[in-house]
């Protein structure tokens, strides 16, 4: 971390004296805070507090959220049904999600509700040395 933290404070001012703040904003900042931030929300939530197991059923989590994130984000919300058939085309992945329904352990009502159940339930508890599931 700490050979990370010393690149960024000399590459960042040399780029801003060769290139311009605007070149970093545009080819670094704003590539970093629309792309990996926002994908981490969803990945993170689609395998917290899951087993650590090869049992599909328990070891990744499914979410229901709207139709533009499932557009946008290709179905993987049903993650679960991603995880056990992967073979699966990513517009078929409701019809499996529908199918299973009953037999999911993990599937969250929306994205933010899964995130603040990890934020306020899940890290506290590995924080706090509980064993993982």
Not at 17 to 33: I, R, V
Not at 73 to 100: D, G, K, Q, S
Not at 105 to 116: D, E, H, I, M, T
Request: proline share 8%; glycine share 4%.
């Amino acid at each position: 971390a700490r050979q990370h933290l010393l690149a960024y404070a000399l590459l960042i001012p040399l780029w801003v004296h060769h290139l311009g703040a605007a070149t970093l904003w545009w080819c670094w900042l704003l590539p970093l805070l629309v792309g990996p931030a926002p994908l981490m929300l969803l990945q993170v939530t689609e395998h917290a507090d899951c087993s650590l197991d090869a049992n599909g059923l328990t070891n990744t989590r499914s979410v229901r959220c709207c139709w533009p994130v499932r557009f946008i984000y290709w179905n993987m919300n049903f993650h679960a049904e991603h995880h056990l058939y992967t073979t699966i085309p990513f517009h078929a992945l409701p019809r499996a999600h529908a199918l299973l329904a009953g037999h999911l352990q993990k599937v969250s009502g929306s994205y933010p509700r899964a995130n603040l159940d990890v934020l306020t339930r899940w890290i506290p508890l590995q924080q706090a040395g509980a064993p993982a599931r």
